[in-house]
């Protein structure tokens, strides 16, 4: 613990769509030992996670989702590929046991250790990262290869069947943002890149920005954005 050094430095902000009755996203930063259950060796996690609305509790699917991610830094759990993909997993069916197609989310984390990106993405929320000024997006967007973006976490065919995993080295001065389809939808990569210019290298800045930009265009569907700047 005393030895511990941020890798990254974050922040994370949420605004409930106009046509909402309450806030459906949820996100968490785990990048810190006091958010890791004391663990400062098997680097941070981000994610953001968009309870569907079409169904009577996205809300609790999303924060449930969230909540369970901190399962990664237990001490019995190897930090891997296949321990991400287990824990979203399990927390597919817990959603799918506890309300029975009652409750659905999207999620997309970001596990970074060392030089190292692990992006794991179920549905329409997305990974983008942002180099010398220019943003790309690391997950699949909604159409590519013809597919529509429609997998769920705790609806439709089971996780290990639809999950998506992306590598990619970072480097320091990289920035990550994770957002919801209400983010994607109004703010393109373009925007991105002009928000984090401005906000000179602040993730709270940058994510204030963001949020603002959605606000102007009165986004009707819930947003949410992470930002991290790599140390």
């Known amino acids: 613990m005393l030895n511990w ?3 990254t ?3 994370g902000g949420t605004r409930k769509g106009d046509s909402h009755a309450r806030n459906e996203d949820a ?3 785990l990048d810190h030992p006091v958010r890791t259950r004391g663990v400062a060796d098997r680097g941070c996690v981000y994610a953001v996670s968009d309870g569907v609305s079409t169904v009577a509790e ?3 699917a999303s924060q449930l989702t ?3 991610l901190s399962q990664f830094f237990d001490a019995h759990t190897e930090p891997s590929e296949t321990s991400m993909t287990a824990i979203l997993s399990e927390i597919d069916w817990e959603i799918r046991g506890e309300r029975s197609g009652r409750a659905a989310c999207t999620v997309a984390v970001a596990w970074l250790q060392d030089n190292r990106l692990q992006v794991f993405q179920v549905g329409d929320s997305h990974v983008f990262l942002l180099r010398d000024g220019t943003a790309r997006c690391l997950t699949e967007l909604e159409g590519e290869g013809g597919k529509k973006l429609d997998h769920f976490l705790g609806m439709g065919p089971a996780v ?5 995993v992306y590598e990619q080295e970072v480097q320091a001065g990289d920035a990550l943002l994770l957002a919801t389809d ?3 939808n109004l703010v393109s990569e373009a925007e991105f890149e002009t928000l984090w210019a401005k906000s000179l290298g602040d993730p709270a800045a940058c994510t204030e ?3 603002a930009a959605v606000a102007r265009q009165q986004g009707s569907d819930d947003a949410t954005i992470v930002a991290a700047l790599v140390l």
């Open 5 to 7: 050094m941020p890798m």
């Open 9 to 11: 430095r974050g922040w």
């Open 27 to 29: 996100y968490v930063l």
């Open 58 to 60: 996205g809300h609790w």
């Open 66 to 68: 969230i909540s369970r």
């Open 160 to 164: 290990s069947e639809v999950v998506r």
């Open 182 to 184: 209400g983010v994607t």
């Open 209 to 211: 920005a963001i949020l």
